[in-house]
């Protein structure tokens, strides 16, 4: 047990059909037989109408904003921690972005918050759903419908997740989901669309033909290699004997928590980016009809060592996300918890062997130098003070008892 150690994550794909992959990118054609029938699975696991496939999840975002023909200055509620692309997006749109606190067990929305920021400029709302965890969305819902604001969510944490049996990503106008490295449906990039709405995805389809053209093979073919990369970094034997050492030495020498993919790029644009605008391949949804076959079973895994982790915290007394309502159903992209040194907590798990970290993601208010950023007190707190412990499904059996282990013994 001295010698296992315990990485952030994982990639959701086994590295044989990486390599599979890889091989058949060099020799394979486009067939659009096979973006249809991975849509048709799509629609019936989630139970809607319609699906759309993009290149990014910003990109159904910008494009979804697009088509509905927005006031110039009409506000859009935003959860204050996603990429910040999608910030960016509703500036470039000439939109004016209003940031809503989020609550430390949910990760969602908090209602008092909610109903003070709505007023006759409010137009859509654009709700994270935050590593993998449900909040009460009825009581959201009701709200937003009652003010007639367009609800676009960003489910890309939460496949699966559902509250009273309904499918996170199916509550709104739209749901948009990202499938790209380290998602749980990760299909080297890319990204979907859903929705019952059948005015609003024949507008963003009509977009969506005029903006999105060609297919770029090298940025397919990086995701594949650098998704390769990862998965050799972290398995087993690499990651025993030496990720987890170059790790360990680059965390020691920082004065901060790290980051789960590291600091992403702040850069605005001035232009939407044409890797943006690249269609959806054959190739990435053959790997995304394969892993939906696998799905249920690696939730299932997560979710078991999942309430193995709230067990330990809850008996420390470890404050911890996690709706826990009868209704929720949690997915556990990422398992966070609170502490008031983030950063020193990392090291010392690192002592024991187990690398955590913190999301990669922005605080946007800060980004967009929003005045009242300092009020929204609690989405502060859960982005300086969260620290992800390791979940993730393709942990093995010794990996996972040498976690519950040390969490037991050295917190």
Not at 329 to 353: D, H, S, T
Request: with cysteine; net charge positive.
């Amino acid at each position: 047990m001295k010698n296992i150690k315990i990485p952030r994550g994982k990639i959701y794909q086994t590295l044989t059909d990486q390599l599979f992959y890889l091989v058949k990118f060099i020799f394979c054609k486009n067939d659009e037989k096979k973006i249809t029938l991975f849509k048709k699975k799509l629609i019936k696991n989630f139970k809607t109408k319609h699906c759309l496939f993009f290149p990014l999840a910003r990109t159904a975002f910008y494009i979804t904003l697009l088509s509905l023909k927005l006031p110039k200055k009409s506000k859009i509620l935003m959860t204050p921690i996603t990429i910040k692309p999608m910030l960016d997006i509703v500036k470039f749109l000439g939109l004016r972005p209003i940031f809503v606190d989020i609550e430390k067990d949910t990760l969602n929305i908090n209602l008092n918050d909610l109903k003070k920021k709505i007023n006759d400029q409010t137009k859509v709302i654009l709700i994270t759903h935050l590593f993998g965890i449900v909040p009460d969305m009825n009581k959201i819902i009701e709200i937003l419908k009652k003010n007639k604001i367009f609800i676009i969510e960003d489910f890309s944490h939460s496949f699966n997740a559902s509250f009273n049996k309904k499918k996170i990503g199916t509550f709104g106008d739209v749901g948009i989901y990202s499938m790209s490295s380290i998602k749980t449906l990760d299909t080297f990039g890319g990204a979907f669309l859903i929705s019952k709405n059948s005015k609003i995805v024949n507008l963003v389809n009509i977009q969506q033909k005029k903006l999105i053209k060609g297919i770029n093979n090298f940025e397919i073919l990086k995701k594949i290699i650098i998704n390769i990369v990862r998965n050799i970094a972290t398995c087993s034997v690499i990651f025993n004997f030496f990720t987890f050492y170059i790790l360990k030495i680059t965390k020691f020498k920082k004065t901060d928590k790290s980051k789960m993919l590291g600091d992403r790029i702040s850069n605005t644009f001035n232009q939407i980016p044409r890797k943006w605008l690249i269609k959806y391949t054959s190739l990435q949804a053959e790997v995304g009809l394969k892993k939906l076959k696998n799905l249920n079973n690696d939730d299932k895994k997560r979710i078991y060592l999942a309430k193995k982790l709230h067990k330990i915290f809850l008996k420390k007394k470890i404050q911890h996300a996690g709706a826990y309502l009868n209704k929720s159903k949690n997915v556990y992209w990422q398992f966070l918890i609170y502490r008031n040194n983030p950063f020193a907590f990392e090291k010392y798990l690192m002592k024991y062997g187990v690398d955590c970290t913190s999301t990669s993601l922005k605080f946007l208010p800060k980004e967009a130098n929003y005045s009242k950023y300092h009020k929204l007190r609690k989405s502060k707190s859960i982005y300086e003070d969260g620290i992800f412990i390791p979940c993730h499904s393709y942990f093995s059996n010794s990996q996972i008892k040498k976690l519950l282990e040390v969490l037991e013994k050295k917190l």
